[in-house]
């Protein structure tokens, strides 16, 4: 059974970083693209970042230059590092599996292209 399970979410102070972790497990993810995604209290969720089975990248404008994604092939694991946090990045962050190709426009950030997601972990930045 495909499986994928977020960690490393915690409360932190504005200014703060945290890493992310996304762990496969039930299949590699070696020929597939993970996607970041948070859902903050009374919003639609949001894509954040990409990375393609090439390890192309992709980031919303709301976490460009703040945000880098990553993987470990070797551990199955795909990470999010963030950085310069602020209260508005408070949220449920969730991680995704695709294998479709997501190289055009903006196709990486749409939820419909992604089969696989785990259950999230709350990132909350305090003032």
């Known amino acids: 059974e495909m499986q994928l399970v977020e960690s490393g979410g915690h409360l932190v102070q504005a200014g703060e970083s945290l890493r992310l972790s996304c762990t496969a497990s039930?299949?590699?993810?070696?020929?597939?693209?993970i996607g970041w995604f948070r859902r903050a209290p009374g919003k639609e969720r949001e894509g954040l970042s990409y990375?393609?089975?090439?390890?192309?990248?992709y980031y919303a404008d709301s976490v460009k230059g703040r945000f880098t994604i990553s993987r470990d092939n070797a551990k199955n694991t795909v990470y999010l590092q963030m950085n310069t946090l602020k209260p508005e990045d408070t949220a449920r962050y969730y991680c995704?599996?695709?294998?479709?190709?997501?190289?055009?426009?903006?196709?990486?950030?749409?939820?419909?292209?992604?089969?696989?997601w785990g259950q999230g972990t709350q990132v909350t930045v305090s003032s």
């Open positions: 039930g299949f590699t993810i070696d020929d597939w693209g």
């Open positions: 990375i393609s089975s090439f390890g192309t990248t």
């Open positions: 995704a599996a695709t294998q479709v190709i997501l190289t055009s426009g903006d196709l990486w950030s749409k939820e419909i292209f992604f089969g696989s």
